[in-house]
């Protein structure tokens, strides 16, 4: 089964690192003066978007000056910022929960600390009318997908996990980031995409479209907050300080959707003007996914995570078990004011 690896020198890096022959940098470890903001890379992968709204939100609304960071964003592959979290080269990274499973499952001592989505964001969308409204209903369907790794293939791994689904019958096409394009052509009769994505495209169109949600079928831990061992045994402060603005961003930009769309507008200034409409529309569907009930909020069950690796091992994803047991941690959101 294909599965996306971590590149083999960052792997031979990791090593080095758990065996003591590499040091942290020092910023990491150091605190810095008390009149002084600490500096933080964050990992956010892919592109700017309004999407990162709550990031967005902790900067100019000073929720990282208020802990003492000065936090700079970087844009790139999420599992290339994984395996730099995993060495201690960078310290945090909004990562999926699938990726922190793969991670581990290699060796690499990345902790789960903050949750960001509180629902598996993948789903399977296609045109209404079709009746493709239950995971089996696709068997006998062309189903376009990304590409044969990242979330996309997990959700469609868990559609057949979960939902019942006979994949021989099933005609997977590999089809790139073109999934509205292909389902509204009708070069395919679906594809997995993020649920606030694709299907938001389709119905800008003015196209009616159905979404097979993967958190209607089963649980998976999301995206979040990711940090290494080493980073929190090192320096703990540095995490909870991390965690304590991510939070208050979080309810604030719940609280405050229209205040922080404009935030978002002003931090990537190419979502505005004509395509503003189309963000804010993603935008909107983004919200319910970032959304717990309260005594939920900022937590991980870790039934779920043990749920999930149980699956990707059974699914062949990952090669090894992985156990639950510091792949994540509920202690920084327990502390957190």
């Given at each position: 089964?294909?599965?996306?690896?971590?590149?083999?020198?960052?792997?031979?890096?990791?090593?080095?690192?758990?065996?003591?022959?590499?040091?942290?940098?020092?910023?990491?470890?150091?605190?810095?003066?008390?009149?002084?903001?600490?500096?933080?890379?964050?990992?956010?992968?892919?592109?700017?978007?309004?999407?990162?709204?709550?990031?967005?939100?902790?900067?100019?609304?000073?929720?990282?000056?208020?802990?003492?960071?000065?936090?700079?964003?970087?844009?790139?592959?999420?599992?290339?910022?994984?395996?730099?979290?995993?060495?201690?080269?960078m310290?945090?990274?909004?990562?999926?929960?699938?990726?922190?499973?793969?991670?581990?499952?290699?060796?690499?001592?990345?902790?789960?600390?903050?949750?960001?989505?509180?629902?598996?964001?993948?789903?399977?969308?296609?045109?209404?009318?079709?009746?493709?409204?239950t995971?089996q209903?696709?068997?006998?369907?062309?189903?376009?997908?990304?590409?044969?790794?990242?979330?996309?293939?997990?959700?469609?791994?868990?559609?057949?996990?979960?939902?019942?689904v006979?994949?021989?019958?099933?005609?997977?096409?590999?089809?790139g980031?073109?999934?509205?394009?292909?389902?509204?052509?009708?070069?395919?009769?679906?594809?997995?995409?993020?649920?606030?994505?694709?299907?938001?495209?389709?119905?800008?169109?003015?196209?009616?479209?159905?979404?097979?949600?993967?958190?209607?079928y089963?649980?998976?831990?999301?995206?979040?907050?990711?940090?290494?061992?080493?980073?929190?045994?090192?320096?703990?402060?540095?995490?909870?300080?991390?965690?304590?603005?991510?939070?208050?961003?979080?309810?604030?930009?719940?609280?405050?959707?229209?205040?922080?769309?404009?935030?978002?507008?002003?931090?990537?200034?190419?979502?505005?003007?004509?395509n503003?409409?189309?963000?804010?529309?993603?935008?909107?569907?983004?919200?319910?996914?970032?959304?717990?009930?309260?005594?939920?909020?900022?937590?991980?069950?870790?039934?779920?995570?043990?749920?999930?690796?149980?699956f990707?091992?059974?699914?062949?994803?990952?090669?090894?078990?992985?156990?639950?047991?510091?792949?994540?941690?509920?202690?920084?959101?327990?502390?957190?004011?």
């Amino acid at each position: 089964m294909p599965r996306r690896f971590f590149p083999a020198s960052l792997i031979l890096a990791l090593l080095l690192v758990v065996a003591g022959c590499v040091a942290p940098p020092a910023l990491l470890t150091t605190p810095s003066a008390p009149d002084q903001l600490t500096p933080v890379t964050l990992g956010l992968g892919y592109i700017p978007s309004v999407q990162f709204a709550p990031y967005y939100v902790a900067q100019e609304k000073g929720f990282f000056a208020g802990q003492g960071l000065d936090v700079v964003f970087r844009h790139g592959s999420e599992t290339d910022f994984l395996a730099l979290v995993a060495v201690n080269q960078m310290p945090f990274v909004i990562a999926s929960g699938e990726q922190v499973i793969l991670g581990r499952s290699q060796g690499m001592p990345v902790t789960y600390v903050l949750p960001w989505y509180y629902q598996f964001p993948v789903g399977v969308m296609s045109l209404a009318g079709q009746g493709l409204d239950t995971p089996q209903a696709l068997e006998g369907q062309r189903v376009g997908i990304p590409g044969m790794f990242g979330a996309s293939l997990v959700a469609w791994k868990a559609l057949v996990y979960a939902g019942g689904v006979d994949e021989s019958q099933v005609r997977l096409e590999t089809i790139g980031f073109t999934q509205a394009a292909a389902v509204s052509e009708g070069r395919i009769e679906a594809a997995l995409d993020y649920v606030s994505n694709g299907p938001v495209q389709l119905r800008l169109a003015g196209q009616e479209v159905n979404v097979i949600s993967v958190a209607d079928y089963i649980d998976l831990p999301a995206n979040g907050l990711v940090t290494n061992d080493q980073l929190m045994a090192d320096n703990p402060e540095l995490v909870q300080r991390m965690v304590n603005a991510l939070l208050a961003a979080y309810r604030y930009t719940l609280d405050n959707p229209d205040e922080a769309f404009e935030i978002s507008l002003r931090a990537v200034p190419e979502a505005g003007g004509d395509n503003e409409a189309a963000n804010r529309a993603i935008f909107d569907a983004s919200l319910p996914l970032w959304k717990a009930d309260e005594t939920l909020f900022g937590r991980s069950d870790p039934l779920v995570w043990q749920q999930a690796a149980e699956f990707m091992l059974e699914m062949g994803l990952i090669d090894t078990a992985v156990a639950t047991e510091g792949i994540v941690t509920n202690r920084f959101a327990e502390a957190a004011p």
